[in-house]
């Protein structure tokens, strides 16, 4: 499995909710991070390195741990406003910024969850797909959870929104 810091791993770890078209495709990305260089550690105390930078109205998110077999690799990001949400809590899609020759990358496959804006970066929460399935998901044979509307999926991340705010990994820039 490709990693891409703590991220990638929280993202693409079985559990997490996705969707294999654009949900989000007319809605403008938010901007509410600076770019820069980043320090994330996961829950697990597991720490890497990256960059944050502006791209294309969203985000690019790279390996930067030199020596990494990912160095380089990234994440394009985008952060959505969620209606009902505290104001410092958004949505994000993420997916995969595949490299030419990567014959197993999945462009379209879209990794949503929350991100809580913080003094010093950011908090990323993932959602839990076995938890959430009668929320409307559809559970996958991997234990992801398909969304097919914009609708179920907002639903399901307000929920997750509103409830206890527990850290999968936290960000701070560097």
């Known amino acids: ?47 890497t390195h990256a960059v944050l930078g502006l791209e294309r109205g969203g985000y690019r998110l790279t390996n930067d741990d030199h020596g990494s077999s990912d160095f380089g690799d990234s994440f394009i990001l985008r952060f ?3 209606a009902g949400a505290p104001p410092d809590i958004w949505a994000f899609d993420a997916r995969d910024a595949c490299k030419p020759a990567d014959a197993n990358c999945k462009t379209q496959q879209h990794y949503y969850g929350l991100v809580r804006l913080t003094p010093q970066g950011a908090e990323l929460r993932n959602p839990d797909c076995p938890k959430t399935a009668l ?12 969304f097919s509307s914009r609708t179920l999926l907002e639903k399901a991340l307000l929920t997750l929104a509103r409830a206890a705010w527990k850290p999968d990994i936290v960000y701070r820039y560097d």
């Open 1 to 47: 499995m490709r990693r891409l810091g703590v991220l990638a791993v929280s993202v693409l770890l079985a559990g997490c909710w996705q969707s294999k078209t654009d949900i989000y495709a007319n809605v403008p990305t938010a901007a509410p991070f600076h770019p820069g260089k980043v320090a994330s550690s996961s829950a697990s105390g597991e720490q």
């Open 80 to 82: 959505l406003p969620l």
């Open 135 to 146: 929320l409307g998901a559809r559970p996958d044979d991997f234990g992801a959870c398909d």
